[in-house]
């Protein structure tokens, strides 16, 4: 099929897509020149105060503006059928995909019954795992099972992923596409400030993470205070925003912790903390791929990680060091042996980079293959 008339709906939460200059927005921009239209359903709440955007001549983003945050969903697949109407979208030349199998790709499915257009569902996180708990989780779980069970495709960002998926429906059209990260502006980006300077620490710990409870910071706290039994002079800075940062916040007091660690909030510019730390600690308990550890491993940095996302796919104690989830005296004793050998870090940084050398994909490369599959995806015709 042509992919000059491809016309693509998209289901979104990302807000980040109407913020200007960032890097979503960008990547909008580069999808739109893949096809013919590409209109972005963004859910959202009225209180966001959003508004319908062009944002290039072919791409366009609708904001669900919903007044309440479960109606998200709902509006989303009535906004879409409407487009879907109203764009004169055709089977054949056509599909909807779904950035997350939950509320988006519940939205999806509603609009592909209603039209019979082709949905891809994209899967960047793992619902199946033991850690993706909790009541909201569980009703996403179940959304997950049946959006993924009637979509015509599904892009995963991980082998480990796409195994586990294998693993719940053989029957799943699955393929793998590594989210797209730009590794020469990461190598390359200028250092600004040093760690060690800023806090006067002889080793900074480095978390660059969303503040959630999934990824289980709490834990890195604990292996702090082990560390410092033997290096007091250590610290942890984290980098990121989240719901989590006041109970962060109150266990940095109880184990009196405050002169050690540093909430540096949401950083637009990352190279001069992952380049002046000396260890990257990932304590998730769940991931679909692990983007700051990739832009870790990129930077130099040697990684400490559980076992999630594409630290699945790493030899352990060769490409970073694995940590068994919750284990603090394992996460403990996986980076005193990297502080105190200076060897070993440098090992680890060499191997990670050789690895990612192997399996990250370029952009002309990520472009190509997401259009090859949109196409054939389209030509799916329920």
């Not at 739109?32 to 963004?42: A, Q």
């Not at 900074?204 to 560390?227: C, D, F, H």
């Amino acid at each position: 099929m042509n992919s000059e008339n491809l016309k693509v709906l998209m289901i979104s939460s990302d807000r980040n897509i109407l913020a200007q200059q960032s890097p979503v927005l960008e990547r909008m921009k580069e999808y739109g020149k893949l096809v013919k239209e590409l209109h972005i359903v963004l859910l959202s709440d009225s209180n966001h105060n959003l508004k319908e955007t062009q944002i290039s001549d072919n791409v366009r983003v609708y904001p669900t503006s919903s007044s309440f945050k479960f109606f998200r969903p709902r509006d989303a697949a009535k906004l879409g059928k409407k487009i879907v109407l109203e764009k004169k979208f055709v089977r054949g030349e056509s599909l909807i995909t779904a950035q997350d199998p939950f509320e988006c790709g519940w939205a999806g499915l509603k609009i592909k019954r209603k039209w019979r257009i082709p949905l891809e569902i994209q899967l960047h996180t793992d619902p199946f795992s033991p850690y993706f708990s909790g009541f909201l989780n569980r009703i996403r779980k179940r959304m997950a099972r049946k959006t993924l069970r009637n979509a015509d495709s599904i892009r995963v960002v991980s082998e480990s992923l796409l195994r586990q998926l294998k693993i719940e429906n053989s029957k799943l059209k699955i393929y793998t596409l590594p989210i797209y990260v730009e590794r020469e502006k990461i190598e390359n980006a200028p250092v600004l400030f040093d760690l060690h300077a800023r806090f006067s620490w002889r080793f900074v710990i480095l978390a660059v993470s969303r503040l959630t409870e999934e990824k289980n910071l709490p834990l890195a706290l604990e292996v702090l205070s082990l560390i410092r039994q033997k290096f007091p002079d250590t610290g942890l800075v984290m980098v990121g925003s989240g719901p989590e940062e006041k109970s962060l916040r109150l266990k940095v007091k109880s184990l009196k912790l405050e002169r050690n660690v540093a909430f540096e909030g949401w950083q637009e510019s990352l190279a001069s903390y992952y380049k002046t730390a000396n260890v990257f600690i990932q304590t998730s308990r769940f991931e679909g791929y692990g983007l700051s550890l990739v832009e870790a491993g990129l930077s130099g940095l040697p990684v400490v990680t559980s076992p999630v996302g594409l630290a699945l796919e790493f030899e352990n104690g060769k490409e970073a060091y694995i940590c068994p989830p919750d284990n603090a005296e394992y996460f403990a004793s996986a980076i005193l042996d990297l502080l105190e050998n200076n060897q070993k870090r440098e090992n680890l940084s060499v191997n990670m980079k050789n690895f990612l050398g192997t399996h990250l994909v370029s952009k002309d490369e990520y472009l190509a293959q997401m259009k090859n599959n949109w196409e054939k995806t389209a030509s799916q015709i329920s």
